[in-house]
T-cell receptor
C-alpha cells in the first residue's frame, strides 16, 4: 500500500520570500514521487519528479524538492515566491507494486501576498 | 508533445439526464487513459482506468453502470455520467499514459466542470 500526506492544507507567504510545502509518503516499494501544480479550474501540470536518480530534483519555475528516504519526505521548495505561484500543489507517489497507479496527497493551497 | 484535451470544459445538465465528457490525446496514441474526480477543495480520486479495446477497470466504490467509460480509439476515451444527480457535480479530469515512456508518467487534461441542477 502507498499513501501521501501533505502536512499543510494552506500555506501563505509574502512575495519574494521562500516557499516550503511539506510532503511525507509511505510505500512498501521503491517509490517514484512527483509534485503537480493546479491553477483554478485547470488541469495538473508536472513540476518535478523523483525516480531513484539524484535525490535533489530541480523542476520548472524555480521549484526543487529533495527526496529523503530516512525521513520518508519529499518537500517542495522555492527560494523566492512569485504571485503567479499561487495555486494548489499536489504531492503524488507511485511504485511498481502499485501498478504504477498514482496516489495523490490532499493538496496544499499556496497563497502569495504582495 | 503529450497534450491531452477535454471537452466540454464546463457543462450544466438537469437532474436525470446523461452527459458525455471526451478526453483526447492530441499528439500521441494512448492505450491507457485514466479518469479522476475532484470535489471542491479536495484531492483527485481515481475513478477508473480506461484501456483501448477492452472494458474499463473501476476503482472500489465507483458505480460502473453510472459512469460509463468507452475507449474506442487510441486517441479518445469518453466518460458518460448517466442519470446525473446533483451529487455527481464535480470536476472530472482525465489523463493518459504516453507509450514508450515510463508507465507512471501521466499527462493530464484541463478538466471538465460538471454541474447538475
Amino acid at each position: 500500500a502507498q499513501s501521501v500526506t501533505q502536512l499543510d492544507s494552506h500555506v501563505s507567504v509574502s512575495e519574494g520570500t521562500p516557499v516550503l510545502l511539506r510532503c511525507n509518503y509511505s510505500s512498501s516499494y521503491s517509490p517514484s514521487l512527483f509534485w503537480y501544480v493546479q491553477h483554478p479550474n485547470k488541469g495538473l501540470q508536472l513540476l518535478l519528479k523523483y525516480t531513484s536518480a539524484a535525490t535533489l530534483v530541480k523542476g520548472i519555475n524555480g521549484f526543487e524538492a529533495e527526496f529523503k528516504k530516512s525521513e520518508t519526505s519529499f518537500h517542495l521548495t522555492k527560494p523566492s515566491a512569485h504571485m503567479s505561484d499561487a495555486a494548489e500543489y499536489f504531492c503524488v507517489v507511485t511504485a511498481l507494486n502499485a501498478g504504477n497507479m498514482l496516489t495523490f496527497g490532499g493538496g496544499t493551497r499556496l497563497m502569495v501576498k504582495p | 508533445g503529450a497534450v491531452v484535451s477535454q471537452h466540454p470544459s464546463r457543462v450544466i445538465c438537469k437532474s436525470g439526464t446523461s452527459v458525455k465528457i471526451e478526453c483526447r490525446s492530441l499528439d500521441f496514441q494512448a492505450t491507457t487513459m485514466f479518469w479522476y474526480r475532484q470535489f471542491p477543495k479536495q484531492s483527485l480520486m481515481l475513478m477508473a482506468t480506461s484501456n483501448e479495446g477492452s472494458k474499463a477497470t473501476y476503482e472500489q466504490g465507483v458505480e460502473k453502470d453510472k459512469f460509463l467509460i468507452n475507449h474506442a480509439s487510441l486517441t479518445l476515451s469518453t466518460l458518460t455520467v448517466t442519470s446525473a444527480h446533483p451529487e455527481d457535480s464535480s470536476f472530472y479530469i482525465c489523463s493518459a499514459r504516453y507509450p514508450g515512456r515510463s508507465p507512471y508518467e501521466q499527462y493530464f487534461g484541463p478538466g471538465t466542470r460538471l454541474t447538475v441542477t
